[in-house]
């Protein structure tokens, strides 16, 4: 006979009908509802259901996980805005900049030329420096970081090769919303907009834009290579994903389970960072040997670090950060 602690769990996918795993539950069981924008292959995907069996595994009591995928319930916008409400999705995991409008110092969880390497980032992401930051978007947005994944390097997308400065000069290309993302790219001569996630494929292949900037995971996922498959490794990003929950939902819950959901929450993005990391540089090659992209290297990149610190520091002084970035540039 299973234990009641075996039959915790549940995860749905809403994707072609198939459920990830599934487990008989009492009808008195906690739901907690998830969302993606991507399919079962995809590391944030696979994140979130390590997620939710380590919760299970945490919590002696009957929890739910009902995870929608494919962009079923909107796009990273929507979810913001759902988790703000503590409507239609309970945690998720987002890229900080779609986050800015109710908390404006958390982009900088997610600005260009931030970290050095992989090591640094994944220093600081397992310390304690970007408390400050969880704190603002906890006041400002009803919004709670339960752990940190992420670890795909965002590199430049273009219709039309891109090697260097004079070739970046007014390229117009897709930024995310946060307006440090802009400025850090029309630092170094770029172009750049903001545009709805969806509708990049769209603007690129009508020539609203010439590309964007993405990790490989999502190019390979989304398909972005059939309009832009020129691939720059400019390593501009080492990308930050918190795992967030709904404020508003959070409080909801027993002691045990906020408690399971915050361990399980740091262990998750832990697995999640190495996961993208590893699976990053994989998908760049796959791609590439299937002659879907072409890779070439930046070549003023030591030049280009030195064009945007300016804005960085300007950014920081602009959210009272100055101290934190200071912090995160001086993490070993």
Do not use: C
Request: aromatic share 8%; proline share 4%; hydrophobic share 45%.
């Amino acid at each position: 006979m299973l234990s009641k602690k075996n039959i915790t769990k549940f995860v749905k996918a809403a994707v072609a009908g198939v459920a990830l795993s599934a487990f008989t539950l009492s009808a008195s069981a906690e739901t907690l509802r998830g969302a993606s924008m991507f399919d079962n292959d995809h590391t944030f995907t696979k994140t979130m259901v390590k997620f939710a069996d380590l919760v299970g595994e945490y919590y002696d009591g009957d929890v739910t996980f009902d995870l929608r995928l494919n962009g079923e319930l909107g796009v990273e916008k929507d979810y913001v805005t759902f988790l703000n409400q503590g409507v239609a999705i309970d945690y998720t995991i987002l890229a900080p900049s779609n986050m800015a409008r109710f908390a404006p110092s958390i982009p900088l969880m997610d600005m260009p030329f931030l970290f050095r390497d992989l090591d640094h980032w994944n220093a600081v992401l397992s310390s304690d420096i970007l408390a400050p930051l969880e704190k603002e978007l906890s006041e400002k947005a009803d919004i709670v970081i339960v752990g940190y994944a992420g670890g795909g390097t965002r590199n430049l997308l273009s219709s039309k090769p891109i090697g260097n400065l004079e070739e970046l000069a007014g390229h117009k290309m897709r930024v995310m919303g946060a307006p440090i993302q802009a400025k850090i790219f029309d630092a170094v001569g770029a172009a750049p907009s903001a545009i709805a996630y969806n509708e990049v494929y769209n603007a690129i292949q009508t020539g609203v834009i010439s590309g964007f900037e993405n990790e490989a995971a999502s190019i390979q996922n989304l398909k972005f290579y059939e309009v832009a498959p020129n691939v720059t490794l400019t390593s501009h990003t080492i990308t930050v994903r918190p795992i967030v929950f709904s404020g508003k939902s959070f409080r909801k819950l027993s002691p045990e389970l906020q408690a399971a959901i915050k361990k399980a929450g740091k262990e998750a993005g832990a697995f999640g960072r190495e996961l993208e990391a590893r699976e990053d540089a994989i998908k760049l090659k796959e791609m590439a040997d299937a002659k879907q992209i072409v890779i070439q290297e930046f070549e003023n990149r030591d030049k280009m670090l030195e064009m945007v610190q300016p804005v960085q520091d300007e950014f920081a002084a602009s959210i009272e950060a100055t101290e934190l970035l200071k912090a995160i540039r001086d993490v070993k």
